[in-house]
Nanobody, 120 residues
Framework: QVQLVESGGGLVQAGGSLRLSCAAS????????MGWYRQAPGRQRELVAL???????NYANSLKGRFTISRDNAKNTVYLQMNSLKPEDTAVYYC??????????????WGQGTQVTVSS
């Protein structure tokens, strides 16, 4: 059974930093992309950042320069370094992975989410 476990969320003051981690287990296939999404209260889930197996990255335009995604393929783990946090970054952050083959749910596998709260 594929499981994604996120960690590293919490409460931080504006201007602070947090590092999220997401470790995937039960992986028997090659992983294509790993990424982070977030959902704030009353808003739709939105892309934060993606990283391919080869290390190519894609960020939400509004987050470029503050957030950095990285990945350890050997550990099936993806990280999100978040700097200069703002109150509007407050959301539940979800980890996602998409296999390289056609297995599992159409939108990939999801973690349970980790809360990030940025106080002003």
């Amino acid at each position: 059974q594929v499981q994604l476990v996120e960690s590293g969320g919490g409460l931080v003051q504006a201007g602070g930093s947090l590092r999220l981690s997401c470790a995937a287990s039960g992986i028997w296939f090659s992983i294509n992309t790993m990424g982070w999404y977030r959902q704030a209260p009353g808003r739709q889930r939105e892309l934060v950042a993606l990283i391919t197996r080869g290390g190519s990255t894609n960020y939400a335009n509004s987050l470029k320069g503050r957030f950095t995604i990285s990945r350890d393929n050997a550990k099936n783990t993806v990280y999100l370094q978040m700097n200069s946090l703002k109150p509007e970054d407050t959301a539940v952050y979800y980890c996602n992975l998409k296999p390289s083959v056609v297995v599992g749910p159409p939108d990939g596998y999801w973690g349970q989410g980790t809360q990030v709260t940025v106080s002003s």
